[in-house]
């Protein structure tokens, strides 16, 4: 797992829509992705669609996690 992958999910689902929204992504799946994703639980299918999105750093991510913990 990516170390990428690994911060996305230490946030919760609600964070993760929340960054999805200030970074502007948009989740339109294919009839494809649609069926892979099907049986996957929302957060699971959020971190791994997020994982590969370029638009979001560790660094970002890393600083949601910080305001978490305090």
Excluded: H, P, R
């Excluded at 230490?10 to 992504?25: D, F, M, P, S, V």
């Excluded at 699971?44 to 590969?52: E, S």
């Excluded at 999105?53 to 305090?70: A, D, G, L, P």
């Amino acid at each position: 797992m990516s170390i990428k992958k690994e911060l996305l999910n230490e946030l919760t689902e609600k964070q993760l829509k929340q960054l999805a929204e200030n970074k502007g992504i948009a989740f339109n799946l294919n009839n494809l992705q649609k069926k892979y994703y099907e049986n996957w639980a929302e957060k699971d299918k959020l971190v791994d669609i997020m994982a590969t999105n370029n638009c979001i750093t560790v660094s970002e991510i890393e600083k949601i996690i910080q305001t978490k913990k305090y």
